[in-house]
């Protein structure tokens, strides 16, 4: 007998991403996410949201937290999402989006969330003193997703695993339950050079907000003259530039400038390289500056423009968050019914 392919999801095409306020956001952030909201939103529905939800899987200051939410949400704003075009708001002031998590977690498994290679690094050697919250987090990934009933995610490559594993839980919630196409299978959208940004102190290690070292990544607050300074000092090698990407097979850290500098420029990596082989980086690196800080420059000065007025941010926030719930709630009272729910 040959098994039947699920029916296809045939609602509209949605687009959902979030960050976590958990700390400065960089370059990686940037290139990997922020700028692809920016351009989605014009072309599909957007939702995007502060998941503080999410931040306090790891310890957060209560005191900080409020003011870390409404920082990304400035960084959102200054990187031109547009607060009357996409939907802008913080994942706490929409409760279904737990409410979800949880049906989801008795549908996830176990065998599913071991494999999760975000938990193995958070958690570290010590994994039974990681929050229950930090292990289940892909699962509430996975509802943020499904409770907007999103068709597409643009985030950064290392989010792609919490994708395949939302599919995952979408497609048995959908089985189990025998309503075909009731959540979509939502596409990660990681293409572009920017998806997976590495450290400028170590060509091996992704960009984070978490890497001790405030050399290792460019902030969206930096100034011009810290921008500068940070290229400056990116770890690099003697030898010029290649011809072509293979030239750069061993050489992690400049291929990571070349990338940095193609995504910044809207260029492919062969293009910069057509511009710059044989120049060494004593010629690349300036060029380089100029270019982050010509990009990163007005952002980190419209930033700082709006936080000065976190009223206006929270009107945002606010206004967001009551389209967002207007979505998210019937999908939960569908959830409700289908499971069977004495309040369904
Ligand atoms: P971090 O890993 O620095 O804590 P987050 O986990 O909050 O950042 O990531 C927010 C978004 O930015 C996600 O879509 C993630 O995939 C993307 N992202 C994070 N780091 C990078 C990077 N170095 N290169 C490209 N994208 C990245
Ligand atoms: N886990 C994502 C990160 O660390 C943040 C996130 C939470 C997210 N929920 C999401 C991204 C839903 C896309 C869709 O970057």
Redesign the pocket.
């Known amino acids: 007998m040959t098994e039947q392919a699920p029916a296809p999801f045939t609602g509209e095409k949605r687009v959902?991403?979030?960050?976590?306020p958990t700390g400065d956001l960089h370059l990686g952030n940037y290139l990997g996410a922020l700028v692809k909201f920016q351009r989605l939103q014009h072309e599909i529905p957007t939702f995007i949201f502060v998941?503080d939800y999410?931040a306090i899987t790891e310890w957060q200051d209560p005191a900080k937290l409020k003011a870390q939410v409404r920082e990304i949400a400035a960084a959102y704003l200054a990187t031109g999402l547009d607060p009357k075009v996409a939907t802008i708001f913080a994942q706490s002031a929409v409760p279904e989006h737990a409410e979800l998590a949880w049906v989801l977690n008795c549908v996830a498994r176990l065998g599913w969330l071991d494999r999760m290679t975000q938990f193995k690094d958070k958690a570290g050697k010590h994994k039974e003193r990681a929050s229950v919250g930090l292990y289940t987090y892909p699962v509430l990934?996975a509802a943020?997703?499904l409770v907007y009933k999103a068709t597409h995610?643009p985030?950064g490559e290392d989010?792609r695993q919490?994708l395949e594993l939302t599919r995952d839980i979408a497609q048995k919630f959908n089985h189990d339950f025998d309503r075909p196409g009731f959540f979509p299978l939502p596409e990660a959208l990681t293409q572009g050079p920017g998806a997976r940004i590495m450290s400028l102190r170590d060509g091996t290690a992704k960009m984070s907000k978490s890497d001790p070292s405030d050399y290792a990544r460019i902030n969206l607050t930096d100034d011009p003259d810290a921008i500068a300074q940070k290229v400056r000092k990116a770890r690099t090698d003697a030898e010029p530039l290649p011809e072509t990407m293979e030239g750069l097979e061993g050489r992690a850290e400049a291929k990571n400038l070349v990338t940095i500098y193609a995504a910044l420029a809207g260029q492919t990596e062969a293009q910069v390289l057509a511009e710059f082989a044989g120049h060494g980086f004593g010629a690349f690196k300036p060029k380089l500056a100029d270019l982050a800080v010509s990009v990163m420059g007005p952002i980190g000065a419209e930033m700082r423009r709006l936080l000065a007025d976190p009223a206006e941010i929270d009107r945002i926030l606010t206004a967001g968050a009551e389209r967002a719930r207007a979505l998210a709630q019937p999908t939960m009272r569908e959830v409700k019914s289908i499971v069977g729910f004495w309040a369904g």
């Open positions: 959902l991403s979030g960050v976590q998941a999410h990934q943020d997703i995610v985030v989010q919490h």
